[in-house]
């Protein structure tokens, strides 16, 4: 695997990867302690070759060219489990990335059943098993070890096998225009980060509409108070709290709200006396 952290490097692995017609990617990145996503590395699988592009150097490189790459909608992007992926190189590089192809999704509309992972699905399709053992290591360590960039570089490198063997079982069976649909719908996630519409990411079942009304209240202050303080939307409160309060159930709701809105004028006047933006 080649590692890009210069702007040298990255001009000739962009080069390359506009010669391509489908380019394979993955991404690693940090979240468990924060709202806000950190991009550690972004992995692409070239015919010839696999490289890892460090994105905690981003301040040190020019992204104008990589980001007309992730762009361009003639150019396929192909990712397992896109979703997250997308959201996070949206965020990081303030673009929305075009043209994907989610291998979990177009196997799971071809085959059914729950989603599989891009390990188990390389193990069925190819009979060969990889380990998970580096999914969660910390890739904001510098230098990554040898075991990170031989996991990093296995998440690619057998993505494009996966492509060839989905593509022609969906043009075989006709759904080439279903699959597009699925697939444009990852990519129309423009309100991921709008307060207003956080109550979408939250499962719900026999609602009246005074309780969906509470849920939508409820779910954009909690949205406010992680964003602002950088923290998951869980440690303000439980989808399952959020959801008793709607449903008029005491959980100590209010005792929350006035706790964070008090840390939230505190990092408000943090944030103002030191000219910070909500990424810093």
Same mark, same amino acid.
């Given at each position: 695997m080649k590692i890009v952290q210069d702007n040298k490097s990255l001009k000739n692995l962009c080069k390359l990867l506009k010669t391509q017609k489908v380019i394979y990617l993955d991404t690693e990145f940090k979240r468990d302690r924060t709202y806000w996503p950190k991009l550690c590395t972004i992995q692409f699988k070239t015919q010839r070759n696999a490289y890892l592009v460090d994105m905690l150097l981003i301040e040190r490189m020019n992204m104008n060219t990589l980001k007309e790459i992730l762009i361009d909608k003639k150019l396929r992007k192909v990712i397992h489990s896109a979703k997250q992926d997308i959201e996070v190189i949206n965020y990081t590089l303030d673009i929305n990335i075009e043209n994907i192809f989610d291998t979990q999704m177009a196997y799971n509309v071809l085959h059914g059943g729950d989603e599989i992972g891009y390990t188990n699905l390389v193990e069925k399709?190819? =009979? @060969? %098993?990889?380990?998970?053992?580096y $999914?969660?290591?910390?890739?904001e360590s510098r230098p990554l070890s040898k075991n990170q960039l031989a996991y990093a570089e296995n998440d690619v490198l057998y993505l494009p096998r996966i492509y060839t063997y989905l593509i022609n079982l969906i043009k075989k069976r006709n759904l080439i225009n279903k699959i597009n649909n699925k697939n444009q719908e990852l990519t129309d996630n423009n309100d991921i980060?709008?307060?207003?519409?956080?109550?979408? =990411? @939250? %499962?719900?079942?026999?609602?009246? $509409?005074?309780?969906?009304?509470?849920?939508?209240k409820y779910s954009k202050w909690r949205e406010v108070c992680a964003q602002n303080l950088n923290i998951p939307r869980n440690w303000v409160i439980s989808d399952k709290n959020l959801i008793k309060a709607s449903k008029g159930k005491e959980v100590g709701l209010e005792k929350n709200k006035k706790m964070y809105n008090q840390q939230l004028s505190k990092f408000s006047n943090y944030i103002n006396s030191k000219n910070l933006s909500k990424k810093g």
């Open positions: 399709l190819f =009979k @060969i %098993k990889l380990s998970k053992k $999914q969660v290591s910390d890739w980060y709008n307060p207003k519409f956080a109550y979408k =990411k @939250i %499962k719900t079942k026999n609602f009246n $509409q005074k309780e969906k009304t509470l849920l939508k």
